[in-house]
């Protein structure tokens, strides 16, 4: 069974710029979780999607960033326009029931905004 | 608003000894915690979990002990491993992590 996976793996881009990251979670996966990790510290939860809606987006620091899931599948997390500390690792989780004890997470996309 | 504090930032311990990693809580309105590792470039993945009916769960070299009047859990590893090295997460039913604990053992 193929885990999450996250695209890309690295992205380095000037302030400014516009960057999209993707998730693909696991098949089946109703639930699909973005979280992001800044400067080796404490993860923390962006958003969270049941299928193609937004369950709680109370974790999206502001209006830069935009988050979709059209079709219930993969979803995209669009940073417009980056801003130097929005640099860090975003994970991607995904699980069958909503928070469930294991929530698979994907490795990350590291991004750093210059 | 933090719910999850690690307040140690790291440990080391020789192979063979216990590893003790610890984790407060502010807020008592979960249904359990979950203890989650993380190997550098990778995701974090699920290691143990409690019920917050439960004082103590145990799987394997792994032992969850939580004090609810505390607010405080532990994780109990015995005997470490060298492979046990990573940051360690203490994360709710919410997914509010915290900083996390970076454990390193030593052969």
């Known amino acids: 069974e193929a885990g999450v996976t996250q695209f890309p793996s690295h992205s380095v881009i000037e302030k400014g710029q516009t960057v999209t990251l993707r998730c693909d979670p696991i098949?089946?996966?109703?639930?699909l979780y973005w979280y992001r990790r800044v400067m080796g510290k404490e993860i923390k939860f962006l958003l969270h999607f049941v299928k193609e809606s937004k369950q709680d987006e109370s974790g999206m620091p502001n209006n830069r960033f935009l988050a979709e899931r059209t079709g219930g599948t993969y979803s995209t997390l669009k940073v417009q326009p980056a801003e130097l500390e929005d640099s860090g690792v975003y994970f991607c989780?995904?699980?069958?029931?909503?928070?469930?004890?294991?929530?698979?997470f994907g490795p990350g996309t590291r991004l750093l905004v210059l | 608003d933090q719910q999850v504090k690690q307040n140690s930032p790291s440990l080391s311990v020789q192979e063979g000894r216990i590893s003790i990693l610890n984790c407060d809580y502010t807020?008592?309105?979960?249904?359990?915690f979950l203890w989650y590792k993380k190997y550098p470039a990778e995701g974090p993945t699920f290691l143990i979990s409690?019920?917050?009916?439960?004082d103590k769960n145990e799987d394997g070299r792994f032992t969850v002990f939580l004090n609810k009047s505390a607010k405080h859990l532990s994780l109990h590893i015995v005997p470490s491993q060298p492979g046990d090295s990573a940051v360690y997460f203490c994360p709710n039913n919410d997914m509010r992590f915290g900083a996390g604990t970076r454990l390193t053992v030593k052969p």
């Open positions: 989780a995904s699980s069958q029931e909503a928070f469930q004890e294991t929530q698979y």
């Open positions: 098949s089946g996966h109703d639930n």
């Open positions: 409690i019920s917050s009916i439960k």
């Open positions: 807020n008592s309105m979960f249904d359990y």
